[in-house]
Every structure is written in C-alpha cells, then in structure tokens.
C-alpha cells in the first residue's frame, strides 16, 4: 500500500479480475451470441450467393471473436476504480435508440430521425438550435433520399406520408 498523499491504494495488489475491458469483452460475447441466435433459422447461403442469415452470422462471429479476444485481456481499470462521468450520455443515447426502434413504424422514418437526432444534437450535445434543426432535417431527410430514392431500400412513412 502507498502512503503517499494521491498514491494508488491498490498498487501493489494483485489485479483485479472484473476490469472494464473484460466486463467489455464480456458484452460483445452476450451481443454476439444473442445475434448467432436469432440469425439460427436464416438460410446461410453460399460465399457467391449469400442467403439473408450470412451478415447476421459473420457479424456474430466478429464479436464473439474480438468480445472473447477483449475478455482474455490482462489488465484495464478495475471497474470499481472506473469513473462513470459519461453514464449520463451513455444513458441518453440508448434511450433515444430505443425511442427510435419503437417509433418508426409508427411515426415513420423521416419523422423518429428528425426527433432522434435533434434530440441527440440538441440535448446530448447541447448545441446551439439553428444547427440542431439543419443537422436533423438535412440527416432524416437526406439518408431517407438515399434509401428510398437510390438504394431502393424501402422504408416506414408515417402520418400523411411523410
């Protein structure tokens, strides 16, 4: 143990097994396990001819790859040493993702971008309202144009087609 004012109390100590880069790695396996099982009963496909279960599946394997890869790490912060100073934004950010998954259908595309990335422009990053409003129009309409439009991807319309 140090006795020097601001030394680390835990220097010395053996290290910590729950580390934030193993709870990380730890994440990504449950991420990629959980997309191996719901991609189970989509046809694979060949390397020429991929069915729709092929991204899924090689998805899956990249973050069982890198999340066990991560996991068998040495080292890191503790995870009780760690600072939670960005747990607001953190939060924020998958609370308007799950906005957003649960609002399309029902507002359609164009409109939950437009109120997510307002919402994440400016209330998460709190910037100025001009900006904000030029970012999320020219952001949920624009990738709608892209899609719709030249990708041919289509899309949810919500109220009065918009």
């Not at 790490?73 to 993702?97: F, Y």
Request: no cysteine.
């Amino acid at each position: 143990m140090s006795s020097e004012p601001g030394g680390d109390p835990l220097a010395g100590s053996k290290p910590e097994f729950w580390t934030g880069d193993r709870v990380a790695g730890i994440a990504l396996i449950v991420a990629g396990a959980a997309v191996a099982v719901e991609a189970h009963g989509l046809k694979l496909g060949t390397l020429g001819r991929p069915g729709p279960g092929y991204t899924p599946v090689l998805y899956a394997a990249i973050l069982l790859i890198m999340g066990i890869s991560i996991a068998l790490k040495r080292g890191g912060p503790a995870l009780r040493a760690m600072r939670w100073g960005e747990l607001r934004h953190a939060l924020l950010i998958l609370g308007s993702v799950a906005f957003a998954a649960l609002a399309i259908e029902r507002l359609g595309y164009r409109l939950t971008m437009l109120a997510t990335v307002a919402f994440l422009v400016g209330v998460v990053e709190r910037r100025p309202a001009l900006p904000t409003a030029l970012i999320a129009l020219g952001l949920s309409f624009g990738t709608h144009f892209v899609f719709w439009t030249l990708l041919r991807v289509p899309l949810p319309a919500g109220p009065f087609g918009i």
